[in-house]
């Protein structure tokens, strides 16, 4: 049974930083696919982050160039640092894992994007920012 846990998150000010981090263990079956989603309240769940199996990644626009996705397969774990936290960064971070290949894992596709109904998920870490 595959395991998947998300911890890190936290209250900060806006311009703090977090670092995001998921373990999981496991028979994954080749889930590679290892990115981020965030959600709040009412609303559906938003890819924000993924790193392919060639450690390649890529980002929603919402923040690129204030977050970066990361791997340690030797840990066979993700981690998500977020830097110049803003308010409207406030959500519920969950960590997915998913049996992907390069051409299918990234931000924008649709395989990735939208079937959040697929791959293994964590319970999710919450994450507070304050103006």
């Known amino acids: 049974q595959v395991h998947v846990e998300e911890t890190g998150g936290g209250s900060v000010e806006a311009g703090g930083s977090l670092r995001l981090s998921c373990t999981i263990s496991g028979p994954t079956y080749g889930a590679h696919c290892r990115g981020w989603f965030r959600q709040l309240p009412g609303q559906s769940r938003e890819a924000i982050a993924v790193?392919?199996?060639?450690?390649?990644?890529t980002y929603a626009k919402s923040v690129k160039g204030r977050f970066t996705v990361s791997k340690d397969d030797d840990k066979n774990a993700v981690y998500l640092q977020m830097t110049d936290l803003k308010p409207e960064d406030s959500a519920m971070y969950y960590c997915?894992?998913?049996?992907?290949?390069?051409?299918?894992?990234?931000?924008?596709?649709?395989?990735?994007?939208?079937?959040?109904?697929?791959?293994?998920w964590g319970q999710g870490t919450h994450v507070t920012v304050s103006a």
């Open positions: 790193m392919d199996d060639s450690d390649r990644p």
């Open positions: 997915v894992a998913r049996q992907l290949g390069p051409y299918d894992c990234y931000i924008g596709s649709p395989h990735f994007v939208g079937r959040t109904d697929l791959g293994y």
